[in-house]
């Protein structure tokens, strides 16, 4: 179960967690508060979240007591709603979705990656949705959904995400915070509209530097002076061509786990700047001072550091682009294949492009040039492909390693961080040849 502090102190045991504090539990799990019979819960946005989360309508959703954990979710460790995550944490809920299921070119939402910082909010009503754009701007402007349906043009484009510490749980020592491994990233096809053209038609005044981001969500304290998270970039990356405000994905709503109805989708950066819940955006004159923008936060050392040296606050500097990264996708891990073998993945890398993948399957000794497709659109990842013939049977590693339009190449380890950020790491899967 989560320690008090939120993170993992062992495998989460849903039961256990709906037994203890049943109220609670709605709360941290589907995101709302309930009411002693829970049917004052399911009226509204708490039915929606639940019906999404086990994938389908529930005709008999009135007759569930207050505290009763669906069947759907038996397992102590995946959320079946999302169609095979794995759970790291219920307080706030983060899953990550294993290598293996992240085969297809555009990421299904059902396979979609969570990852929250507070408690979703009450009110995911997509009618009533406002989002406000003020700070250093000529035109302060309030816009409903349909508003920027209307007045700005509405495009889809297919973007890579990625949770700026997907990863984390390689580091040694540890670093603390959700102990991520490979599938905090996802590349879906969103549908909305430039946040370039929301912002020019606000009018940015010439002293703007950074963007600030807010959404509704609320902090695991309960406190509503106290904000989960609330990040930004620099105006020049918000101006750029492929940052949306995002209210559909895969050509349907918004899922409540990623943010309905409407979000930030900030390619090639930290997951965390692609805000959810979405209904203020300011400009600003400074580096925005939300929360999880000061102190470490997103942040990595300006120097090399030793494996568990103590860096003072003053040394960390902000992440903007992600590193250069790839992702095998098939074989899974683990797989007893026949000797022919059919290698798949992706391949990403910030705001840069991917020229070459390899992969490897004699530990480094050589390595043969994959297959590599363009990107759907600035901003998505590269898929790749190659046959391999092994040459026994036995115990064999793929490794794969990417290279991006600047020449830089994926590391087969990285410096130690205290935050356990930008783990890019070369991936490898187990096979044994029978």
Known sequence: MPKDDGSIGGTPDLHEFFAKDP?????????????????????????????AMVGAAIPFHRNM???????????EDVLIGKDGLTLLNDRPINAETP??????????????????????PDDMDADSWTLTIDGFVDNPMTYSIADLKSKFEVVTRVLAVECGGNGRAFFD????????????????????????????????????????????????SGDPEKTPLSRGVPIAKA??????????????????????????????WPGSCSQKW???????DIVHDGAKMTGKSYRVPNRKVAAG???????????EQMPVKSLITNPATGADTGRSVEIR??????????SAVDVSYDFGASWMAAHLDAPADDGAWQNFNANVALPAAGYYEIWARATDSAGVMQPHAIDWNPKGYLNNTMHRVALRVT
């Open 99 to 120: 290598p293996h299921l992240l085969d297809d070119a555009i990421t299904p939402t059902a396979r979609h990656f969570i990852r929250n910082n507070g408690i979703p």
């Open 239 to 268: 101006l750029t061509d492929n940052v949306l405000i995002a209210f559909g994905q895969n050509g349907e709503d918004l899922h409540p786990m990623n943010g309905a109805p409407l979000r930030l989708v900030v390619p090639g």
């Open 173 to 220: 020592p540890p670093a603390s915070g959700n102990q991520w491994t490979f599938g905090a990233v996802a590349c879906s096809q969103w549908t909305g509209v430039r946040l370039k053209d929301v912002l020019e038609a606000a009018g940015v005044q010439s002293n703007v530097i950074y963007t600030a981001h807010y959404g509704t969500d609320t902090h695991l």
């Open 65 to 75: 007591p207050g505290g009763l954990i669906p069947a759907a979710f038996a397992s």
């Open 23 to 51: 109220v609670e539990a709605d709360r941290a799990f589907f995101g709302r508060k309930t009411f002693p019979d829970r049917r004052g819960f399911l009226k509204g946005a708490g039915l929606a979240t639940m019906t």
């Open 309 to 319: 040296e103590e860096v003072e606050t003053k040394d960390f500097v902000i992440i």
């Open 345 to 354: 993945g992706h391949a990403w890398s910030g705001d840069r492009t991917i």
């Open 278 to 284: 979405l209904n203020r955006i300011q400009l600003r």
